[in-house]
């Protein structure tokens, strides 16, 4: 749990945009896909983005053309550059590894603690 540790939340404008980071175990970040989850009070918990260790991506159709996932191997460090805020973006963000692929449905085999995103009208 303490492998992965996000950064980069916090009180934005509708409109606005914010970068989470997310620092990962260089031996498990070489061999993982790693995704972005988020949770919502009162929603289910929803995989909104994976970026695969040859950099492939994937995104729900939620945030689809608004957020960017990236990964920086030398630094062992994932991102999720979120633009045109929302406020049905707010939620607590989590980073997840799992070897060799990730996919709705499936059970990461790390997460980090979370940070809040919250999105004002």
């Known amino acids: 749990q303490e492998q992965l540790v996000e950064s980069g939340g916090g009180l934005v404008q509708a409109g606005g945009s914010l970068r989470l980071s997310c620092a990962a175990s260089?031996?498990?970040?070489?061999?993982?896909?790693m995704g972005w989850y988020r949770q919502a009070p009162g929603k289910q918990r929803e995989l909104v983005a994976v970026?695969?260790?040859?950099?492939?991506?994937n995104y729900a159709d939620s945030v689809k053309g608004r957020f960017t996932v990236s990964r920086e191997n030398a630094k062992n460090t994932v991102y999720l550059q979120m633009n045109s805020l929302k406020p049905d973006d707010t939620a607590v963000y989590y980073c997840?590894?799992?070897?060799?692929?990730?996919?709705?449905?499936?059970?990461?085999?790390?997460w980090g603690q979370g940070t809040q995103v919250t999105v004002s009208s």
């Open positions: 997840a590894a799992r070897r060799f692929t990730l996919e709705a449905g499936m059970s990461p085999n790390y």
């Open positions: 260089g031996i498990i970040f070489r061999v993982s896909a």
């Open positions: 970026i695969t260790a040859s950099g492939s991506t």
